[in-house]
């Protein structure tokens, strides 16, 4: 994240500050507007996407070396605009309550493809508490994709007074040239909504229009898919197997050991020569220079804050999709194999962790798998890694055998923002990407692995695939990539049954609803080094003209020692400032790595798919109908829903993919399966282990004593569900105890 400057007259007290107002700029004509000027654009509009590149260019890009870790020039690095997240529309002059019911009929969207205007069941236009427009798509926009968006005159304030046209935006209308370089581009755009626009049935006066084109999603990743080696394969055979723990009379499987090759497409700290991070030692780092990585974190390591590149270091789009391997990274696997597994072909099943787990977390659940004559093969995601295993894919810098960069949580220095990077959407979108493209290599290297069954009548691995938590994130999307389609992907990526636990789209918003995540992601962005240096400026500690970052810091942590209460005022007043923009920023970023726009194909196919959602049995644990010890709440980690965010959670994500609710036994289907089992008893973690008991006084997930009986019963539905969902290839799922599942279907959350 970075605050270039802060714009003090934006602040609650900055009436009292000189220089704020002119009263040259006074409106004689109070009506409100949106305002249009060329130089800062409300986004999302196509007048940005002029870059020689294809991508959008802002004119930060034009006047200095621009850093595309800081979110307001994230957006130079994208070929177009969100697929899904909110559009927000400022309103000025005189601030008198908008009526609501004038929206209707009055903000629209036309979808020029199809040459009409979009249903009103496809957005919500709303008024914020800030007094903007706010435009939320009830449905995600397909990727490259045109559109206009435009306010009328007849959206009105409670007095019946309609808006106006921005004096800049009249001039355009007219054909008149403003004091802008871009002005016949935006005469040229603005002709054509209104044409277009008129001739859908527009008749009231617009007051503002823009044209956008959503982002590009799929070629950037079918690009990836398609570097993936056809000889790839696990790089052991049976006889070479490291035994992890075979023959164990404590243990109802074998565990064993390999490792596979895959390509990587961002950097990677290798050593403190090429990283310094926090939570190395204090032995390896000295107080000035932790103030240093403090100061500048993404300088202090580079290769933690890449993203995905060109050979020229050129951003990937649909337009340019020449994606650059950066390494091979010889990644362990671990595999869970029946007891006295002889290496006889068997079946597989992928099995994909979730934040801040590790690839062991399978083991939580491999009885019910291994019990079917199948193997269960798991890797780490991205910068995972247990110190307590084999390290995984977390990074030793200083090579003491402590892990300095790991999301796992079962180690010291555990920091799930090394995956989840807010700091750097970019990043946080290309983890996301890369962790897609190792579950498909890894599918992939299974058809060339001697120990894995064919399937029937192919040269190519059955296999099935369980996602939980971000792991189901992740499967959702390797799902829609493993599509059988011959412009695409063949029979090599194939996944007889697809399993999402407690997935969810729209990352930005679940983390930020998340009552579990949201308070530390809140926390790290204040606590931010650039939030920092703006609550230290702000009262008067520091001068970035004439001090370092790092005596910014040291002054503002001083100042805490004295005044902690007005130092926390500041920073909610500076986070509360730039929150909309950096969340809008990032989202809009991350698109690309977010499985709502990864349903469409599998959601049209063949593809047997069970999704477990935890709905609980009394909301969310802030309802007085939630009985304390006795009842459970819905996920706190994953959310299910969220009030005036259509398109974030569980629940439209089930939605998206087409999913029907089941609750009970469905018993070989002629029909494909493609349902949602809403479950009532225990929580995020519960298909894995019961550790979430009921609620408790403080609205979430209490202790487990006294309901372990209960919880165990919710658990082994649920592995039994997915079990013989994947050992009936989809045809048949099993509930062994229905008092578990929900039997109402919720109504929508909008």
Request: proline content about 4%; hydrophobic content about 35%; some cysteine.
């Amino acid at each position: 994240m970075n605050i270039k400057k802060l714009h003090y007259c934006l602040l609650p007290f900055a009436t009292l500050l000189s220089g704020c107002f002119d009263d040259t700029e006074l409106e004689v004509d109070t009506r409100q507007y949106i305002t249009y000027d060329l130089k800062a654009l409300y986004y999302p509009n196509d007048l940005y996407l002029t870059g020689s590149d294809g991508t959008i260019e802002l004119s930060s890009e034009a006047t200095e070396k621009t850093d595309y870790h800081n979110y307001e020039n994230v957006y130079g690095a994208l070929d177009g605009w969100s697929t899904g997240y909110k559009i927000r529309l400022p309103l000025s002059g005189v601030e008198t309550e908008i009526d609501e019911s004038t929206l209707a009929d009055n903000v629209v969207v036309y979808d020029v493809a199809a040459g009409k205007l979009l249903g009103e069941d496809k957005y919500i236009s709303r008024i914020s508490a800030e007094h903007e427009i706010e435009i939320l798509p009830t449905e995600v926009l397909p990727e490259s994709s045109a559109y206009i968006l435009a306010v009328t005159a007849g959206v009105q304030d409670i007095d019946g007074v309609p808006l106006r046209q921005d004096y800049n935006y009249e001039q355009l209308v007219q054909g008149k040239m403003l004091d802008d370089a871009n002005s016949n581009n935006a005469i040229s755009q603005i002709t054509q909504n209104e044409s277009l626009l008129k001739q859908a049935g527009v008749s009231n006066e617009i007051v503002y229009s823009a044209a956008f084109t959503t982002q590009s999603i799929m070629p950037v990743m079918e690009a990836g898919r398609a570097l993936i080696p056809d000889n790839i394969a696990l790089n052991d055979g049976f006889g070479d197997l490291t035994e992890i723990a075979v023959g164990s009379t404590f243990s109802k499987y074998d565990t064993y050991g390999t490792t596979v090759t895959l390509p990587y497409y961002l950097e990677s700290p290798t050593s403190v020569d090429d990283c310094k991070v926090l939570t190395l030692s204090a032995t390896q780092l000295t107080e000035d220079e932790q103030l240093a990585v403090r100061a500048d974190p993404i300088g202090s390591c580079p290769s933690l804050y890449s993203w995905w590149e060109d050979s020229t270091e050129g951003f990937l789009h649909g337009g340019n999709t020449e994606l650059t391997k950066k390494s091979d990274q010889t990644v362990p696997v671990v595999i869970y194999a029946p007891k006295d597994w002889d290496g006889t072909p068997l079946p597989a099943v992928i099995f994909v962790h979730g934040i801040t787990g590790w690839k062991e977390s399978a083991a939580t659940m491999a009885a019910s798998i291994t019990d079917t004559e199948r193997l269960i093969i798991a890797i780490d995601q991205p910068l995972h890694g247990s110190s307590k295993t084999d390290g995984g894919r977390g990074i030793d810098l200083d090579g003491d055998g402590i892990l300095d960069i790991t999301a796992t949580s079962t180690d010291e220095f555990e920091n799930k923002s090394v995956y989840l990077n807010l700091s750097s959407p970019l990043t946080l979108r290309d983890n996301q990407r890369q962790a897609v493209l190792d579950q498909l290599a890894l599918r992939k290297a299974l058809n060339n692995t001697s120990f894995i069954e064919k399937r029937v009548g192919t040269d190519n691995a059955e296999v099935s695939l369980i996602g939980h938590s971000l792991g189901g994130i992740v499967s959702t999307m390797v799902s829609e990539m493993s599509q059988n389609d011959s412009s695409k992907a063949g029979d090599e990526f194939k996944f007889t049954t697809v399993n999402l636990a407690v997935p969810g789209m729209g990352l930005t918003d679940i983390m930020l609803n998340s009552p579990l995540l949201s308070g530390e992601v809140v926390s790290e962005i204040k606590a931010s080094t650039d939030v920092q240096l703006a609550v230290a400026s702000m009262l008067g500690l520091y001068d970035e003209s004439t001090d370092t970052p790092q005596e910014g810091l040291a002054a503002i942590d001083a100042y805490r020692l004295e005044d902690e209460e007005k130092v926390v005022k500041f920073e909610n007043i500076v986070y509360n400032m730039v929150a909309p923009a950096l969340l809008q920023a990032t989202q809009t970023t991350v698109d690309g790595g977010d499985p709502a726009n990864f349903t469409t194909e599998q959601a049209n196919s063949a593809q047997p798919i069970l999704l477990l959602e935890a709905v609980g049995n009394c909301g969310d644990g802030l309802t007085p109908e939630c009985e304390v010890g006795v009842e459970y709440i819905s996920d706190n980690v994953a959310v299910n829903s969220v009030e005036g965010i259509p398109l974030t959670g569980t629940e439209p994500l089930i939605t998206h993919l087409g999913l029907d609710a089941i609750t009970a036994d469905i018993t070989m289907s002629t029909d494909v399966i493609k349902g949602v089992i809403r479950v009532k008893s225990g929580g995020h973690g519960t298909y894995l282990f019961p550790y979430e008991g009921p609620v408790n006084e403080d609205g979430v997930p209490g202790s487990v004593n006294g309901h372990m009986g209960y919880l165990n019963e919710s658990m082994a539905m649920q592995q039994e569900a997915v079990a013989s969902f994947i050992n009936s290839d989809g045809e048949y799922v099993n509930i062994i105890n229905p008092v578990h599942v929900e039997g109402e279907v919720p109504l929508p959350v909008n």
